[in-house]
C-alpha cells in the first residue's frame, strides 16, 4: 500500500551518478536554451537524459547493463506495458530507431531542406567534402588499435568526424547499438562546439593572408534541369559504387529531388517541415533517454569524447590541406577555409568559415562557396557509411 | 572623394539596419543583417567613411548584386 506513495529520493541518492547524469543534462538544456546551441537538437536530449536518469519513472525501463528492456511480440506488448514493465520510450526506441526509421526519415527531410546549387556551381566541393572524412578513417584506426573498442564499435566512433547526425546514428545502430546514446550524443553535442573546435586548427594552419583571400560571392546561377538530375545522378552513382549507402542517399536525394522538382512543393513543404520536427524530436528525446548513468559512466563514453575531437580537428586539416593543394594548380586562388566547411555539420562550419573570411577581409562573403563544401560532406560521410557497412556488416 | 559601392552578396531579406544616412563607419562595421539560407548575416564596411546614400528598411527583400549603400572616404 505505501509502496504506492513511495517517491524516488532514496533511489536517486543512492546513485550518485544518476545526479551527475542530471547536471549533464541540464547543461545540455543550459547551452541549448541559454546559448542557442543547437537547441533543437540539445533541449530533447537533455530532457531526455532527465528522463533516464531519474529513477522509478517507468518512461523507458532498463536492463541491468543500461540497455533498452527488450519490446515483446506485438501481442503481448499491450500487457508489458499495462504492467510497467516496459514505457513508451522503449517502444519507440524499438520502432523508431532500432528498425532505423527515424533516422533514414529524418534524412528524407534534411534532403527537402538542402540547396544544392553552391555544390553544383562548384563541383571541386566535392573534393574538399571526400578529404574532409580523413577524420573518420585516422579516427577508426586509431579507436580499433587502441583495443577498447571492437572493428564496428571504431567504425562508429569514426563516423562521429563526418559530423553528419543521421548517417552517424544509422551506422551505430547497424554495427553498435549499444554505443547509440553515448556516440550519438558526443556527435551532436560536437557539431554544436563546431564554431569553437574549428576556428583554431584554422587559424594553425592558414596565414591571415591566406584567409583574406576575395571570392566573388556569387556562385553561377544553376538552371533547374541541373538541380532536378543532381539527386538523380548522386543517388545512381552512390548505389552502384557503394550499395550500401542506398537507404541513406536514396532517402536524401529523394527528399532534395521533391524540393527542385517546381511540381512538388507541398510534398517538399511538409517534409522539410512539420514531418522532420517530428521526428527530430523523437530522435532527441530517445537518445537522451539512452543514457542511463551505468551505461554513460565508462571508459568507452570517455575515449570517444577524446577522439572525436581528434577526428573533427583531423577533418578540418584533411579540408584546408586539400584547398591548398588545390590552389597549387589553380588560376584563380580560392580561399583555403573553403575546404574546412568539408567538415559537414551543415551550416555551422560554413558559418565559421563565413565569419573568420569577413574578419580577415571585410569584402569576403563566402558562405555561398562554404556552404558548397558543407553539402558535399554530407553527401561524402553518408557514402562512407555505406563504405563501412559494406566492409563489416 | 572616392566612393564605395557595397552590394549584397547574396539573396535575402534584410532585417537589420545598422547605420544611418550620413553616418560615419569603419572599416568592419555592420551595416546590416541579412537572413539568407537561414542565417543571419552580417553586411560589412569594406572602408572607413560617411555613408553617401542608403537606401534600404528592414523587411525588404533584396537579391544579390542590389545596393547595399555608398560610403563616401
Known amino acids: 500500500m505505501f509502496g504506492l506513495y513511495q517517491s524516488a529520493f532514496g533511489e536517486l541518492v543512492a546513485n550518485p551518478l544518476n545526479i551527475v547524469m542530471l547536471l549533464i543534462g541540464g547543461l545540455l538544456l543550459y547551452l541549448g536554451i541559454a546559448k542557442k546551441m543547437e537547441p533543437i537538437l540539445l533541449v530533447p536530449i537533455g530532457f531526455g537524459i532527465f528522463m533516464a536518469n531519474l529513477p522509478l519513472g517507468g518512461l523507458m525501463v532498463y536492463t541491468l547493463e543500461g540497455l533498452p528492456a527488450p519490446v515483446p511480440p506485438i501481442n503481448e506488448l499491450m500487457t508489458a506495458l499495462g504492467k510497467g514493465e516496459l514505457g513508451l520510450l522503449n517502444v519507440l526506441y524499438a520502432y523508431g530507431i532500432e528498425t532505423e526509421v527515424i533516422p533514414l526519415l529524418i534524412f528524407l527531410g534534411l534532403g527537402a531542406m538542402t540547396d544544392f546549387s553552391p555544390t553544383i556551381a562548384r563541383p571541386i566541393s566535392f573534393i574538399f567534402g571526400a578529404v574532409a572524412q580523413a577524420g573518420v578513417f585516422v579516427v577508426f584506426l586509431i579507436a580499433y588499435l587502441s583495443g577498447l573498442f571492437t572493428v564496428n564499435e571504431a567504425a562508429c566512433v569514426g563516423i562521429i568526424g563526418g559530423s553528419d547526425g543521421p548517417p552517424t546514428v544509422y551506422l551505430t545502430i547497424a554495427l553498435a547499438p549499444r554505443l547509440l546514446g553515448p556516440i550519438t550524443l558526443v556527435a551532436y553535442s560536437y557539431m554544436a562546439m563546431v564554431p569553437i573546435i574549428q576556428p583554431p586548427i584554422i587559424k594553425l594552419l592558414t596565414t591571415k593572408k591566406e584567409r583574406a583571400i576575395f571570392m566573388k560571392p556569387q556562385v553561377r546561377k544553376v538552371s533547374r534541369l541541373e538541380l532536378v538530375l543532381f539527386p538523380v545522378a548522386i543517388f545512381i552513382a552512390a548505389a552502384l559504387l557503394v550499395p550500401k549507402s542506398v537507404p541513406l542517399i536514396g532517402m536524401f536525394m529523394f527528399g532534395n529531388l521533391l524540393r527542385v522538382t517546381g511540381v512538388t512543393g507541398r510534398l517538399s513543404e511538409t517534409a522539410g517541415g512539420g514531418f522532420i520536427n517530428v521526428l527530430t524530436f523523437l530522435l532527441g528525446i530517445i537518445v537522451g533517454a539512452l543514457m542511463p548513468a551505468v551505461l554513460f559512466f565508462k571508459a568507452q563514453t570517455l575515449a570517444i569524447i577524446g577522439l572525436a575531437v581528434v577526428a573533427f580537428a583531423v577533418s578540418t586539416s584533411g579540408g584546408l590541406l586539400a584547398a591548398k593543394f588545390a590552389n597549387l594548380f589553380l588560376k584563380e586562388k580560392i580561399n583555403p577555409m573553403i575546404g574546412a566547411a568539408g567538415v559537414s555539420a551543415i551550416p555551422m562550419s560554413a558559418r565559421v568559415v563565413q565569419k573568420m573570411g569577413q574578419e580577415a577581409n571585410p569584402r569576403n562573403f563566402l558562405l555561398m562557396h562554404a556552404m558548397g563544401a558543407n553539402m558535399a560532406g554530407a553527401v561524402a560521410t553518408s557514402v562512407v557509411a555505406g563504405v563501412f557497412l559494406g566492409m563489416l556488416q | ?73
Open chain 2, 1 to 73: 572623394m572616392a566612393q564605395e559601392i557595397v552590394e549584397f552578396p547574396i539573396a535575402g531579406k534584410v532585417i537589420e539596419v545598422n547605420v544611418n544616412h550620413g553616418g560615419a563607419v569603419e572599416e568592419g562595421d555592420v551595416l546590416c543583417i541579412l537572413e539568407s539560407m537561414k542565417m543571419e548575416n552580417p553586411i560589412l564596411a569594406p572602408v572607413s567613411g560617411t555613408i553617401a546614400k542608403l537606401d534600404i528598411s528592414p523587411g525588404q527583400m533584396v537579391e544579390s548584386g542590389d545596393l547595399v549603400a555608398i560610403i563616401e572616404y
